[in-house]
């Protein structure tokens, strides 16, 4: 019984990341000596079937870093990435054109990442001519299916993307994600250029694409109000590192890491509805080439003491959820204001 209940589990693990990182070497100048930027710098992630996980984080914490590693598009420098149980950290030729399709990547600017050149039936068969053995009539039987899916018209087909708005737009570009069938969907930042009215019909149709189609979703974004109607859990990064990871509730209300409350407290709500939900903290994020000792929050941190100017602290448990502040005991029993 334990033992069915345990490999089930794993097979709903559709991705996890260990130990996760991407480091980028910079040459200062001619003759300058190289830097280490350490972009995403040690993540333990896991997402299963049908669920989403939103990452937050201020700018330059390494989100999309992480989404490139995520769908294969960039290769991480240490660590390992398993999708459906198998290690594609470092594929060949053949896992990558296995893999390639079972993950797949919605982008912030739907103005940018659609050929103006293209009408949109030939943008949403080319996934198919490229990957799959198709003929053209089962090509188009498919672009029609996915048009309605996501809430638009056949004759939509024979359109070039300059003729719709910013939310259609959107659309289509969620439809090319879907046409290879994903497992995966990694948003990075998908309704930040939308119009504030437009948002919520754009995040509707990915839950209720989700709901048909058991996607499991990475949902990246500045926007915590966001993040709020979508995920199931949030994982909070901060220079490279994760520093909170919990389900939405654990997070929303209950969060141990003095970052995360930072950055709720820069969220609009009932009580505070003039915030733009944005994340504007005080202090400046320090520079992923030369991170602080201890811990890298500390400067920016109403509760560092000695130790944290000093140890790293680790990400561990507490209280259900996983943190990393060396006073994450202390604040279940005062709370963080
Ligand atoms: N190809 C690259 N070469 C060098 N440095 C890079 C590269 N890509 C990202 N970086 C650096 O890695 C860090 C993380 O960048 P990333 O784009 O992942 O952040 P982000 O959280 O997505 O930020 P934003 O919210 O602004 O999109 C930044 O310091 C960035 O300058
Ligand atoms: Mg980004």
Do not use: W
């Not at 200062?28 to 972009?39: C, D, E, P, R, S």
């Not at 984080?57 to 390494?62: H, L, P, T, V």
């Not at 999309?64 to 390992?80: D, F, K, N, V």
């Not at 969060?255 to 003039?274: E, G, M, R, W």
């Amino acid at each position: 019984m334990n033992l069915q209940n345990s490999s089930q589990e794993i097979d709903d693990v559709v991705l996890k990341t260990v130990n996760l990182a991407k480091y980028y070497n910079l040459k200062n100048g001619f003759f300058g000596k190289v830097q280490t930027l350490k972009a995403v710098n040690g993540v333990h992630l896991s997402l299963k079937t049908a669920q989403t996980l939103a990452i937050v984080g201020e700018s330059g914490s390494g989100k999309s870093t992480l989404a490139r590693m995520i769908t294969l598009i960039e290769r991480p420098t240490l660590g390992q990435l398993f999708l459906q149980g198998q290690d594609v950290s470092n594929p060949n030729r053949s896992t990558l054109k296995q893999f390639r399709p079972f993950v797949q990547m919605i982008f912030q600017n739907p103005y940018g990442s659609l050929n103006p050149r293209h009408k949109i039936g030939n943008l949403l068969a080319e996934p198919l001519k490229i990957n799959t053995p198709l003929k053209l009539s089962e090509r188009r039987e498919k672009v029609i299916t996915m048009l309605g899916k996501v809430g638009l018209r056949p004759e939509h087909a024979q359109r070039y993307p300059h003729m719709f708005s910013g939310g259609q737009r959107q659309r289509i570009a969620i439809a090319r994600a879907l046409m290879l069938n994903p497992k995966i969907v990694v948003a990075d930042e998908p309704v930040s250029a939308l119009d504030v009215s437009v948002r919520a019909q754009v995040l509707n149709l990915m839950a209720s694409l989700q709901q048909e189609l058991k996607l499991s979703y990475i949902f990246i974004s500045h926007d915590l109000t966001v993040v709020k109607h979508i995920a199931d859990s949030v994982a909070v990064l901060y220079l490279g590192k994760i520093v909170e990871h919990g389900t939405k509730d654990q997070i929303f209300s209950g969060a141990l890491h003095p970052y995360t409350h930072a950055l709720l407290a820069s969220t609009p709500s009932v009580d505070n509805p003039k915030q733009s939900g944005r994340i504007v903290l005080k202090g400046e994020m320090p520079s992923p080439l030369a991170p602080p000792p201890g811990c890298t929050f500390h400067k920016r941190c109403p509760y560092a003491t000695d130790i944290c100017t000093k140890m790293i602290p680790e990400l561990r448990p507490v209280n259900g959820h996983q943190v990393s502040c060396h006073h994450a005991e202390k604040f279940v029993q005062t709370g963080l204001k």
